[in-house]
């Protein structure tokens, strides 16, 4: 008798589940969701951060699988554990195969150069779930000509990821541009009434633009997977590459 | 020369604009965004809905144009000046109009039955928007039986909006069963610590569900704005007049 | 003996102090601080709003004095009681008498029509306190064109009132444009987690753009009183009686 | 004379208070209540956590004691200095001798991976305080299959304690599915708007399930001891062993 | 086709589901957990609290049935329609049938006689739920002897539930003396600083005393259906019918 | 047998407790603190206001007994059947007898007339429960020469109260200028970013300097008692009369 | 010509300023408040905490002298160049020379252990500021025989200060048994939903106890300061040591 | 082809901007603004600092040019690299340039030594900006005598920067001594319910002062640059040396 917890979770085996141990993997998440199950970095050791990358690989051959937040430990692992391995210490993300075909274009909006990791997790996330990036940068609406000079490029694509911390206004000023579908991304940069992205937060919430949905502050990899959903739906058809 | 405010803006009139004295139509919009400008009710008065819903109207003879948030005085007035428009008392809309042509389809959840208000504004500007609804209620987490049994709807359209007030939990569990994309709306439906909708925002903006983001609270509106752009994104072939 | 409050604060009367029971008008602060005294209508009987106006005229009979806050009832009492009187149903205001003389100009410049009444008792506070006014409205950032439009006459006035609820975006969008000093003022305007405009707040106080003050939500008459004070003194060189 | 705090509480020493100068052990706790004290190990030294466990075992040595919250530091002491100790490094527990006898069972239920350590430390607890667990894991919302699985396991407990971070949505499916008592358990699992934990915590005190009860953020101790009180109450004749 | 919502949720009925319209009773919920769906009053208009009572009434002829958070229009469309209901206006409930055995006994205790509604509620909802009810009150701890004096009546029963308002230290307290389990109840009772409960929420969710977990703000209706549970468990050798 | 509450609280009447139904009198209160209960009325009727009152006041014939925060109608009813009674209608209080004898003096400073009714409450509360008060008003830091004035009266008296609304800058002025014991009364008047007096009592927890401690917001009752209790430690011996 | 800060404040040296480069002395406040100034430890080097007490002890020769927050460094290096002084590692302070006369007596209480350094903080400067210290600590409310057990003693002081953390009950427990002044101290101590002594604070804030005033969060200081200054007042005439 | 983000943002290089890679300078803002771009150094690495310096310093020889929030490691490399760059440890800035005329005088007025390192970024910025700086430190509200003193000095300057952190009151007592504008500087200097700065906060947006306006917590940078604009204006025609 023992009342210490044991690993032991229900009885056999559940059907779907790849269990290391100290984790278990999803791996009918694919079938399910038609996307595949991610790493996610946080609070893991950079054994099982290759570890599971390895093993997502190997169950799913034919896709790109991810690994996100990750530590420059972590990244340094997979680095010199995964040699076919693409590691961005800006996202701290590293990807392993490609997504078998790229579908629609998912433009990832900037305001600042301290939002890039955000913006960069984005990317890579597009990327990996399957749609086209177009990556605009520091153009913040302290500066309006640089968002207004590529206005064009905004509605030419199929959804929208746009990443601002401290006031968060760039989401509305985008939003009133064009009519594309926008997901905004709030970022923890900022310092004072900030509160770590909360101001940014409840300024996308309240946006006046209409059709802008926002995701959960510094949340860079949700924002690029509801985006290449989108993407990859209005554009079924084609095969295109960036 | 005076000090108070005077009723001339800037000038001329602006390009695009249609004044009415106490509010001033953005007239372009539908050309900039591809969707027309809508009646916010809340402030107004019943006079000024219908007129400005009739204007609306007239500009745009060829879409359907909507007001949000009447009040039972205004609705009724909608009612006895435009015999044509529909009246929503659950939404507490009004439409004039339709759309020219339906692409895609929204699935709009609602948890519980007082989420139904939120969820029906968000239905209707589904449809002024010009996208489909399918129509879901009464399906919240304590029985869950009642959203297995409608899995196959849920997979089945281009974009899902998920209502829920109180815990906010059933984003989480739609969001795990299909890889629709899924915006989800909190509702000041609780009481307590539920903060007139925070704690259903929080989690939403919290989900486990990768692919979900979120708009204000109480916001069917936004929601319907674009989930319905994502909708028509997503069916590109069907004849269109827009 | 009794230990109830009665009525004497001191001793005698103080110095500069107009005592009317229920309040006591500072009649020293116009010599102390260069502007007079004002009656926040928030709280008065119509009767005392009355009052307190004409004693505080028949002080200063060479200055323009104002209330603020009228209920409809107070409004209505002024206009009986004081026919010089110029009272203004949307800033919920009244002023008696007139500035000397009008010393520079602040632009007043709102976001959308709901923002009106803040809008208008910033723009009255700023003729009462002695500078001109140029008022713009309508021009939120939803449709940039409109600030653009007007992007000559923020540059040409000495200090900038602007005022917005929602996501608080438009003084960050026209501290870009100009290096005016410009005083931001949040409104209550907006719902669910706009949170009686601290939304709009924590936007103003995170502005990326610099040189951006802000004053207590729905605050038209500090923004009014700060501003008419900067653009006096930015135009010293007209003649003044004060 | 002095100022300065001396040690000496009230006077003489207090009837069923073990006095070690740091702490004082309510050794009449057992009596009172029907369970023993609990060495609460945060801000303690690694031998006083030695000390204070080694003191409770002789106090009560018919009885299982618990020290909780302990640091790597404390672990290692306890584990060479009592070497019939139990430390368990996922909890940060250690306990020492065993309960008398095991009466009821309570499930542990955590929704992810990162829950473990609070779910660990509830678990632990509910053995210390003298009742059989059941412990199920790794069973979030995102994917239902896993909770629809082990529905009969729950539903033939005493008691269900579900650990859950993030949106903290699980208590609410779970309490939809058995009519069995639940304490909630919220996790500062998360990140951003997750607030330490705070998102999981209004979720569950705002669940529609109803019979769905809450203690603090990450307090699994709590939660172990209610629980075990509610499963020896359901279960007071038999003696079973898991 | 249109896209306005209408009544039909999914295709067919869905079983266990009585339809009424504005309402679907969950008929099935007594045998998947127990217990009888309970009708949530607020929001409701008294006919349909009338037609909602007495539909669950027929469904479940064997058991009590409630209603919460009437109105008083409610109340009184009740006593009229159903003369067999039990109202109880101080906790805004109405009963109809009783519950077939009752097993266990709660203590309902409450802090002032300003709590009562929310404590008058809890034991109501006990009733129905299947458990004997000891109601205390008035025993806040700013007199020790009163909740000292009725130690022996806390220490007997098999769950307790303790009701506070203000600073919501009763709960601690209660929770030292005797080690039944206990559930806490925070009230809106309070102004300032109590920010309509919080702080006696947040005084529970801290309590030193270990064993006590909390429900929502003013829910009584929850910690009776939990308490129920327990002390209907704690007592399993009477006769049942259910 | 019913589950419903009754009206019996243990079994026979408490001591020192005098039951009147909807409440039960502590009659045995000034014996063990050395004042007397106090009838708070919000949530009472005013027929159960007069009698509290009025039993309160045949139990502790020798002393001025107290009601607190009275509706005008509760304040109307008291007058009528208690013509003894003073009746404050700034404060909201009624008085019946007087405290025996006056010892110390509490000096209830407000900052401006807004914050008349809390400072009332506060200084009728001093003189039932036992000192003398000195009442000063409109003394706000925005005219320093006004608090400077009666610096003499501040430093004579041997506890002060201060109460402000808005920033509540008061104390920290007042608290530099003499040594005096200082209780600070935060109101609710305010608006915006106020939120209801947390703006101030914020400030005042704050306030650097020392030896200055904080109420609840609007508490000018809790501030009374504090202070009048340390007046008459302060002068045990004398008897003085204001 | 610079327009960078130099140190020089206003002009020539200001009365009762000791300037030290760092840091200006209030060498006038003793006479003005009947306290000399304190060196508030925090963001100090330990050379500066050195000289400051020095000079403090040099300009009030015939008062004792206190610092407070101070760290191990600072307290190794007042222990090295101050060998008279008195250095308390767990309250973090230190004093020199001794208050000319102790007059009355303040008690101060603590809920627990974690407690200490928050209440020794507040008893060394209650006897800095020139009053006796009655020192009762780890009387929480869980086991309430604890605090009844020294009602006497606590009824015998002139002024309590009662330090918790978690829940924050303990005061309004005390504040019912005796009607003694009392300064209520939240601390940090807790975790989760505490919000670092928010949760202690607000119970303290709402206590139903009358009589009961709050301080800052860890404010031992504070408290100590008023304290010492009721009990002072309290006991005018004789001179006593403990 | 790649999803990963490259670092070419549009297409060819924007005008007005000077592209280093890991930041683009905008050399418009002279010419739009007035005034030139300043360098952030918060996340900045040394050599990143030194070279945008040095850049700016190269494309404005004529201007002062600012680096703000530099660290040690930061400020040691500009000393090294950059002979001619003033660097102010306290205010943690560097400087390079002056500006080519000083018009119109800033008051920084600090409320305590702590706010220095705020106060001290605020001055240098003023200067930077274009206008001289009158330095006041050490004037909190605690010693009324301090402020009063240097009454004439306040009233001399073209505009104020008053700081503070703790209970944030000095805005609002220098703000009833004169009637220039006022910017107000809240700081984190406090501890707990400080709130890092939003206890001042929310003082000063409360300020019962008209004409005060606030910035961001420890935002000295954003205050000076405000005022430096009020004071250029307000003295456009003289040229003058402090």
Same mark, same amino acid.
Not at 76 to 101: E, F, H, I, K, M
Not at 157 to 176: F, H, N, Q, R, Y
Not at 192 to 210: H, Y
């Given at each position: 008798?023992?009342?210490?917890?044991?690993?032991?979770?229900?009885?056999g085996?559940?059907?779907?589940?790849?269990?290391?141990?100290?984790?278990?993997?999803?791996?009918?998440? %694919?079938?399910?969701?038609?996307?595949?199950e991610?790493?996610y970095?946080?609070?893991?050791?950079?054994?099982?951060?290759?570890?599971?990358?390895?093993?997502?690989?190997?169950?799913?051959?034919?896709?790109?699988?991810?690994?996100?937040?990750?530590?420059?430990?972590?990244?340094?692992?997979?680095?010199?554990?995964?040699?076919?391995?693409?590691?961005?210490p800006?996202?701290?993300?590293?990807?392993?195969g490609?997504?078998?075909?790229?579908?629609?274009?998912?433009?990832?909006?900037?305001?600042?150069?301290?939002?890039?990791?955000?913006?960069?997790?984005?990317?890579?996330?597009?990327?990996?779930f399957?749609?086209?990036?177009?990556?605009?940068?520091?153009?913040?609406?302290?500066? %309006?000509?640089?968002?207004?000079?590529?206005?064009?490029?905004?509605?030419?694509?199929?959804?929208?990821?746009?990443?601002a911390?401290?006031?968060?206004? %760039?989401p509305?000023?985008?939003?009133? %541009?064009?009519?594309?579908?926008?997901?905004?991304?709030?970022?923890?940069?900022?310092?004072?009434?900030?509160f770590?992205?909360?101001?940014?937060?409840?300024?996308?919430?309240?946006?006046?633009?209409?059709?802008?949905?926002?995701?959960?502050?510094?949340?860079?990899?949700?924002a690029?997977?509801?985006?290449?959903?989108?993407?990859?739906?209005?554009?079924?058809?084609?095969?295109?590459?960036q």
């Amino acid at each position: 008798m023992t009342h210490l917890p044991d690993s032991s979770p229900g009885g056999g085996p559940l059907p779907g589940v790849h269990d290391l141990g100290y984790a278990r993997l999803d791996t009918d998440r %694919l079938e399910r969701t038609g996307d595949a199950e991610v790493v996610y970095g946080a609070g893991k050791t950079p054994e099982q951060v290759v570890e599971l990358l390895k093993t997502l690989h190997e169950t799913h051959p034919g896709n790109a699988v991810l690994a996100t937040r990750l530590s420059e430990e972590a990244q340094a692992a997979v680095t010199a554990a995964l040699p076919d391995a693409v590691v961005d210490p800006v996202g701290r993300t590293a990807t392993l195969g490609s997504a078998p075909v790229l579908r629609g274009t998912v433009a990832v909006v900037a305001a600042g150069t301290s939002d890039a990791p955000v913006a960069a997790e984005a990317a890579t996330t597009v990327g990996v779930f399957g749609a086209n990036v177009d990556f605009i940068t520091d153009v913040g609406v302290a500066g %309006l000509h640089r968002i207004m000079s590529v206005r064009e490029r905004l509605a030419a694509v199929d959804c929208l990821i746009v990443v601002a911390g401290m006031e968060g206004a %760039l989401p509305s000023v985008v939003g009133g %541009l064009v009519g594309v579908p926008l997901v905004a991304v709030p970022t923890s940069v900022g310092y004072g009434a900030s509160f770590g992205g909360v101001a940014a937060l409840l300024a996308m919430l309240n946006s006046c633009a209409p059709g802008v949905t926002v995701v959960n502050i510094d949340n860079g990899f949700g924002a690029g997977v509801f985006a290449a959903r989108v993407a990859r739906r209005a554009a079924p058809a084609e095969v295109k590459s960036q």
